[in-house]
């Protein structure tokens, strides 16, 4: 038994010396630069990358994909520390000059020192956004030099956010920087709807002889979708939810992250002027982004017209400007505005709002009150109109009944418009859309909108009192 040990001691102790004696030569091959100089070689690495291009970098930023859509920048990077930079964050897309360094933080990090473009991401004042902004940063952690593109990370969303540089193979980047960053900028209005088109964005996958059509459900003050789909699960029929941020491009769109549906990755869309809408195409399968007539799914969020919550809606232009009010539904107003001072008894008066009281009264009738401004008198006028409700298959239908007061009466022909667009023939679609926001305001109170089956370019945003 003693020899049994020692031998075993023996053995140990031989395997002991290998090991250490081969953890010695591979930390010598492994480890022959200290920690210090290999955190300086890849800030030089990174450096040397970004000044290799004298044209720039093209950049694309999400800076929180799973909430806000993304931007593009061009940046050209110079020895001297500085970075000449435009974006299509907004109209101003001047190229501005500002400071940049790579540093040692928790990696080697690029870090935009001053103020420039990309600062506008991480601005809690925007409009709309007010306390948060697009919750972007100034540091990107260097992930790597992959297939020509230099890929960062967001320190601040790591798993949400990416920023992309890719070189931008000008030939001037003084003048194409702009160009392109104005072309992308109106990629991001060739996707809203126009005063004539219809307001229902529809994400349509095309495999084969299988159709999917999903409301595209997008976002357009955070450039974010949520498209939503019916799906078979389990032999039942189910709404399945899926969310990505956008950014244009010159050519089209990019979606972050990538949709993966029917077994494809749809990330990369092209603008097709034609008829206006972005197309994918993957392995023979289509996705495209259109406007069509009617939404893919019609929620049941009318059902709860009239019940606390759902009392009394209202739509102020002094309460700011949302996306989801149509440029169609603007333009009726407009229309408003005009009939009222084509008739001399109204000539001064304007347009202020209305409210909507989805709880019907004892006879079964409801009531829209339209506001008017009369600056002679300093107050505000009064048109107040009836109408009997009806739900059907998931349509509020409202049927005109009467005006209610002698202003109702006496301005009954200019406000025709109004009066049509409640009394829609095919119905009103209606959808809850969370908490109301503009770009003035941000209530608690729940916000939703009413659109026009019979003039699907006529939708119109606001908010519940109660």
Known sequence: MKNIYKYSWLICFALF???????????????????ADRIANQNSELLELLLSENQGYKAVYFSKNDEFGGFTYYMNFNEDGTVRMTSDFDDDTDIQTSSYEVRTGTTTDLVFTTRNHIQKVSNPDHPGLIGTGFKGTSVFQFFGYENGALVFRDVRNKDTAQLTLVPTNFSNFEIESVASAETSLQQRQNILPTASSSVFQI??????NEVSNFNLNYDAL??????????E????????????????????????????????????????????????NVNGTTATILFDSAPAIIKEDVNALGTPGHQ???????????????????????TLNSNLQNDP????????????????????????????????????????????PEITDNKLYLS??????????????SMLPIL??????????????????????????????????DQPNLRVYGLWYN
């Open 400 to 413: 005109f009944t009467g005006f209610t007061n002698g202003t109702g009466n006496s301005v009954f022909n």
């Open 312 to 334: 009394v809606f209202g739509y102020f232009p002094v309460d700011g400007a949302n996306p989801l009010t149509s440029p169609g539904f603007d333009t009726l107003v407009e």
């Open 345 to 388: 008894a109204t000539s001064n008066w304007s347009f202020y709002g209305f409210q909507y009281y989805a709880t019907p009264d004892s006879d079964g009738n409801v009531l829209l009150v339209v506001f008017l401004l009369n600056p002679t008198l300093g107050r505000l006028e009064q048109a107040a109109y009836w109408f009997t």
């Open 233 to 280: 699960e389990n032999g039942v029929n189910a709404i399945k939810e899926f969310n990505f941020g956008l950014a244009f491009t010159e050519s089209g769109l990019i979606i972050s992250p990538a949709l993966e549906f029917g077994g494809e990755v749809y990330e990369v869309f092209a603008y097709n002027e034609a008829n206006n809408s972005y197309v994918a």
């Open 420 to 453: 049509i667009f409640f009394n829609s023939q095919e119905g009103l679609y209606f959808t809850d859309e969370g908490s109301f926001s503009s770009d003035l305001f941000s209530y608690s109170n729940l916000s939703s909108t009413f659109t026009s089956a």
């Open 203 to 208: 994400l349509k996958i095309e495999n084969g």
């Open 222 to 231: 955070k450039l974010h979708a949520k498209p939503s789909v019916i799906v």
């Open 17 to 35: 010396l290998a090991i250490t004696s081969c953890n010695k030569d591979n930390g010598e091959e492994l480890f022959s630069e200290s920690p």
